[in-house]
C-alpha cells in the first residue's frame, strides 16, 4: 500500500544502512563454473542420408541416440550364473558387455526391473569367482543391463584391464 504525504516513514533499526545509501556489508561471491569439466561426453548417433531427393533420415532407431554413460564398455563373452538375494534359485546368462558401471546379460529368464542380484562370473585374467552384486536397470525380450553395486578392489581392477585392453587394442595398440 503506498504511503501518503502526510504519513512519516517507519523508523530505521539501529545499525542498518539508510535507505538509498549503499551497504557497507562486502557481498557474497558466488560460485563460477570456470574450469569444471562436464560430468560426461555426450556422443550424437550417426544420421544416415537419404536419397538426395529429401533430407537426411535418422538412424535404425528413429531417433539420435545419445550416450550418457560415465565408463567405456568392452565387448566381453563370458557365461555367468545370477539370481535375486531373497531366492535360492540361480539363473543362466551370459554376459556381453561390461563396464565399471554394470553389463548386460542375455538370458531366457530376466530378473524384474529393480530387483538387487548378484551374478557369480570369472573374469578374464584372474582366477577364482566373482560375486558381483547389481541392480537390474531394465528389461528387454532377451536381457537386461544391471548396474553394479560396491565392488571390491580385485572386481574393479579385473574389470578396469578388460576395458583397458580392449580400449587399447581399438586404437591400434597404441
Known sequence: MPRRPSEKPAP?????????????RPR????????????????????????????????????????????????????????????????EGAAVDISLGGMFIVTETPAAFGTTIEIHTQLAGVRGEFVLP???????????GVQFGMLGAKETLAITEIVRKYEKAKRGGR
Open 28 to 91: 557474497p561471491r558466488l560460485p563460477t563454473l570456470v574450469g569444471v569439466a562436464p560430468a560426461a561426453p555426450i556422443v550424437v548417433g550417426k544420421v544416415v542420408k537419404r536419397p538426395s531427393d529429401g533430407p537426411p533420415a535418422l538412424g535404425p532407431n528413429h531417433g539420435i541416440a545419445v550416450d550418457l554413460r560415465r565408463f567405456s564398455r568392452a565387448p566381453i563373452e563370458q557365461t555367468l550364473l545370477f539370481g535375486s538375494r531373497d531366492e535360492d534359485g540361480l539363473a
Open 134 to 144: 547389481a541392480v537390474v536397470r531394465w528389461t528387454r525380450v532377451g536381457g537386461m
Open 12 to 24: 530505521t533499526p539501529p545499525g542498518a544502512p539508510e535507505k538509498g545509501r549503499p551497504s557497507t
